[in-house]
C-alpha cells in the first residue's frame, strides 16, 4: 500500500496568519500545502475590488506569502494548491509568474477557471449580480497537477476540493470512487479553517490552556489521506493547540447542513464518520462512505443591496428604557423627512446594579438604517445622532462617531445544472482542457431538502430522573456559524477526558433528547417563528441544528449583533437547562 499523502493548510479566510505558508514549510514534511481564502462574505469583497480595478479580484496576500516561500516549496518538491483565485485565477496565475520570474525560478503555474456564471447571467436568472460563481469540485485541480503543475490556483471551487483533488490526483481516483472521494471531502472539511481544528475557537480551549497546549501559538493541521479514504488529523510537532477527537468534531459540524453533505463530486455521509484517537495529536477519521453527487451545482450569488449606516448610543445608570425610548422617538423625527427604508433598534438590556464601574453601568443602544439610496442613510443620519448630543438623554454619549454611509451586498444561493459551467484548465504551457462531468447522480439537486438524518419525534429516551438547573455547557461543546442567511448549531457530547462509555452514550442520547426546533427556540427566541431542523449525528456525539433565515439576506446585510452567527453556540452553551443528575457523574 502506498504512503500517506500530507496535505497541509496554511490559511482559512482571506487574512489569515500571513506568516503560516513558511511556518507550515518549515515545520516538517508535506506533499501538498493547500489554502483556502474566500468565502460568501469575501467574494463580495473580491466584487467589490474589481469594481475599482478589473485586474484584481484574487487575494492579494496569498501572493506576499508565495512570493516569500516559492523557493522553498521547489525546494522540499511540496505543491501548492489555493483558491486564492477567487474572481480572477488567470490574473492571480499571470501575477504568480511574474513573482516566480523575479525570483529567477521557473515554476509551473496553472489555474482552474469556468466558475464565473456572469457571462451567463440571463440564463439562470442572475441578471444584476455582482458575482455569481458555481462551485466546482476536484478533478480540475487533480488534470492541472497530472498536467505537471507545481503550483495550482483556482476561483470558487468547493472549500475541500483543494484537498480531493491532489488525493484524485496521486491516488488516481476516478469519479465512481465515492468513499475514497468521500474521506478526501472530510480531510479537507477539517482543515479548511485553518486552526480551529487545533483547538482554535474551540469551547474546550480551557482544558487545553491547562494542559499548556497554548504556550505556543496554534499550528495549522495537516490531513494524511490513505488510498482507501481513510484519513488521520494531525499537525507539525513543536506547535501549539491540540488534535483531539473534540476539536477535530468541532470542525466537522461546522457549517453543515444536514448528515448528507452535498458536493460536486460525491455526497459524502457524515453519520458514516468514526473518529478515535490514535495518538498525542493524531485523531482517525475511518469508516467514512460517499455517494453519486448532485446533478446540480450550487451557485454563491452576491447583489449589491443599497447603502447601510449605524451609530451606538451609550446608555448609563437609572432609568436606561426611558432613555432607550426618548432618543428613539428623536431619531425617528428626525428622520421622518426621508426616512430609510429600514429602521433597526437593538435592545437595552439593563446595566447592572450598584455597579462598581462605569462600563459596568452602563448598556448599548444600536440603531442601524438601510436604503436603497445613499442619502437618507448618509448626512441626515449622521447629523441627526450628532446633533442630539446636548439635547437629548442625561449622559449621552456614542461609542464612535458617526461614519459615512457604506454599500452592503444581499447574497442567496442558487443552483445550476452541470452544463452550465465549462470547468476548465489552463496547464502552465497555455493548453485549455475542458474537464468532463460525472455521468451518474444521486436523486435530487444540490437545493432538496433533505429528510435524511432529521431527529425523529418523539424521540426514543429514558425519561429524566431528578434534574439540576445547570447551563446547557457543562458537558457540551458548541460551534457555530453562517450558511448564507441560515444560522448553523453544532452541539456535541465532549469525547475528551475520563468518562465511562456508559456515561457518554447517556449523555449523547440526552442531548438527542433535549434538543428540539421547540427547545432551540426557547433557547434562541429569535429563532421563534422560523423554520428549525435538527440532525442526528450519534457517530458524532451530538446534533445538527439549521436554523434558517435567522441572517436574514446574508452577513454583509444582517442587521443582528452577530451576523455570522460565530458567537451563537456559546450563547445557547450558557442557556439554562435541567440536566438529570445521572448524567454528572
Not at 172 to 184: N, P, R, V
Not at 229 to 240: D, N, R
Not at 346 to 363: K, L, N
Not at 513 to 524: F, G, N, S, Y
Request: hydrophobic share 40%; net charge negative.
Amino acid at each position: 500500500m502506498s504512503a500517506p499523502l500530507r496535505i497541509g493548510n496554511c490559511s482559512g479566510f482571506y487574512g489569515d496568519r500571513i506568516t503560516a505558508m513558511r511556518e507550515m514549510l518549515e515545520g516538517g514534511e508535506l506533499d501538498v500545502l493547500t489554502g483556502d481564502y474566500l468565502a460568501e462574505l469575501t467574494m463580495l469583497i473580491l466584487g467589490k475590488d474589481t469594481m475599482k480595478d478589473p485586474s484584481l479580484g484574487y487575494a492579494r496576500t496569498f501572493v506576499r506569502q508565495v512570493e516569500d516561500t516559492l523557493g522553498l516549496a521547489l525546494e522540499k518538491g511540496v505543491r501548492i494548491v489555493s483558491n486564492a483565485g477567487g474572481l480572477n485565477p488567470a490574473g492571480l496565475a499571470a501575477k504568480l509568474r511574474e513573482v516566480s520570474t523575479g525570483l529567477g525560478l521557473d515554476v509551473a503555474i496553472a489555474h482552474v477557471e469556468g466558475d464565473d456564471l456572469r457571462p451567463r447571467a440571463g440564463e439562470y436568472g442572475l441578471d444584476g449580480a455582482l458575482t455569481a460563481n458555481a462551485y466546482l469540485g476536484g478533478f480540475g485541480i487533480a488534470a492541472a497537477l497530472d498536467g505537471g503543475a507545481q503550483v495550482v490556483v483556482t476561483g470558487r471551487v468547493t472549500d475541500a476540493s483543494v484537498v480531493v483533488g491532489p488525493a484524485a490526483h496521486h491516488f488516481g481516483w476516478g469519479y465512481d470512487d465515492y468513499d475514497q472521494l468521500a474521506g478526501a471531502v472530510v480531510a479537507g472539511h477539517v482543515i479548511e479553517c485553518g486552526t480551529q481544528a487545533c483547538g482554535g475557537n474551540f469551547s474546550g480551549f480551557r482544558t487545553l490552556a491547562r494542559e499548556g497546549h497554548f504556550n505556543t501559538p496554534i499550528g495549522f493541521p495537516i490531513a494524511e489521506i490513505s488510498a482507501d479514504g481513510s484519513v488521520v488529523i494531525t499537525k507539525h510537532a513543536g506547535t501549539g493547540g491540540a488534535v483531539t477527537v473534540d476539536t477535530v468534531t468541532a470542525q466537522l459540524v461546522y457549517e453543515i447542513q444536514s448528515t448528507r453533505y452535498l458536493g460536486p463530486d460525491v455526497t459524502t455521509l457524515l453519520d458514516t464518520i468514526r473518529l478515535s484517537q490514535q495518538a498525542p495529536d493524531r485523531v482517525a477519521l475511518t469508516g467514512i462512505r460517499g455517494e453519486a453527487p448532485s446533478a446540480t451545482l450550487k451557485v454563491c450569488v452576491n447583489e449589491l443591496g443599497g447603502w447601510r449606516n449605524s451609530v451606538e448610543f451609550v446608555l448609563t445608570g437609572l432609568e436606561t428604557e426611558a432613555k432607550a425610548d426618548w432618543v428613539r422617538e428623536q431619531m425617528n423625527a428626525a428622520l421622518a423627512a426621508d426616512p430609510p427604508s429600514t429602521v433597526h433598534w437593538s435592545g437595552a438590556p439593563r446595566p447592572h446594579q450598584d455597579a462598581d464601574t462605569e462600563e459596568a453601568a452602563s448598556v448599548l443602544l444600536r440603531c442601524t438604517v438601510k436604503d436603497s439610496r445613499p442619502g437618507p442613510v448618509g448626512k441626515p443620519f449622521s447629523s441627526a445622532a450628532v446633533e442630539l448630543a446636548l439635547a437629548s438623554y442625561p449622559g449621552f454619549t456614542m461609542t464612535a462617531p458617526p461614519s459615512p454611509a457604506t454599500p452592503f451586498g444581499l447574497y442567496r444561493p442558487a443552483y445550476v445544472p452541470r452544463n452550465a459551467v465549462e470547468h476548465t484548465v489552463v496547464h502552465a504551457d497555455g493548453r485549455r482542457e475542458v474537464i468532463a462531468e460525472p455521468t451518474v447522480f444521486s436523486e435530487g439537486g444540490a437545493e432538496a431538502a433533505d429528510p435524511i438524518g432529521l431527529r425523529p419525534s418523539p424521540f426514543p429516551a429514558p425519561h429524566d430522573a431528578l434534574t439540576r438547573r445547570m447551563p446547557l455547557g457543562t458537558f457540551v461543546h458548541a460551534r457555530s456559524g453562517d450558511k448564507g442567511g441560515d444560522a448553523n448549531l453544532g452541539l456535541w457530547v465532549s469525547a475528551d477526558g475520563e468518562i465511562s462509555d456508559e456515561l457518554y452514550l447517556a449523555r449523547v442520547n440526552w442531548l438527542a433528547k433535549l434538543i428540539t426546533p421547540d427547545r432551540i427556540r426557547e433557547l434562541v427566541p429569535e429563532a421563534v417563528g422560523l423554520d428549525v431542523d435538527v440532525y442526528l449525528l450519534p457517530n458524532l456525539g451530538g446534533v445538527n441544528v439549521v436554523i434558517r433565515g435567522l441572517l436574514g439576506d446574508g452577513v454583509a446585510s444582517s442587521v443582528r449583533f452577530d451576523p455570522q452567527a460565530k458567537a451563537l453556540g456559546e450563547w445557547v452553551r450558557a442557556r439554562m437547562v435541567n440536566v438529570d443528575e445521572r448524567l454528572l457523574a
